[in-house]
């Protein structure tokens, strides 16, 4: 916080005497004055009035605590209730850390949804896949065994064939036999 030279709204005396962070004492008047609310941490006026924002700059006077919401002055920098801080940036790096969990989190969550949708994808391109590869065995089995009736037909021909030739040529050896006697 900026130090400024501040004057006895009473007596206009430079005010040197700080009690505590709530109070200031003029030595030549003898007035006590209570900071509380009443003095601007931006330009250092001294209103009497206690008023949200100061009536010289338009800083804020009073600050809110984050944790308990007890209003305090706004150069304090811990709350005079539950004693939190103060401190704009503590609260800011804690409020990025908070946000920053978060966010974590929130993509954690969201990777597992996203490693989920696309274990479930690749099970079913893999059982589509193996329905392919079914069907094509089936093919295969159904094409082989179309093969092996068609080996077994004409196997079965030739058989036949082979049968009546050599009837044939039984019938032409008994009938050569016949016919030379």
Request: with cysteine; proline share 3%.
């Amino acid at each position: 916080m900026q130090r400024h030279e501040l004057e006895c709204p009473n007596c206009t005396a430079p005010l040197a005497d700080l009690q505590d962070e709530t109070a200031v004492h003029c030595r030549f008047c003898g007035v006590t004055l209570s900071l509380h609310r009443s003095l601007c941490p931006g330009c250092g006026f001294l209103d009497r009035v206690e008023r949200p924002l100061c009536n010289q700059c338009g800083t804020a006077i009073v600050r809110t605590c984050p944790a308990c919401r007890q209003k305090n002055w706004a150069g304090m920098e811990s709350c005079t209730n539950c004693g939190g801080s103060l401190d704009m940036l503590e609260i800011m790096l804690k409020s990025r850390v908070r946000d920053t969990r978060e966010r974590l989190q929130q993509q954690q969550e969201e990777a597992l949804l996203i490693k989920a949708h696309e274990a479930a994808q690749a099970e079913a391109r893999m059982e589509h896949f193996r329905n392919i590869e079914l069907d094509r065995l089936n093919e295969s089995a159904q094409r082989t065994a179309e093969k092996k009736k068609l080996e077994q037909r004409v196997l079965g021909g030739i058989l036949i064939g082979s049968a009546l030739f050599a009837l044939v040529m039984v019938v032409i050896a008994v009938l050569w036999a016949w016919m030379g006697q």
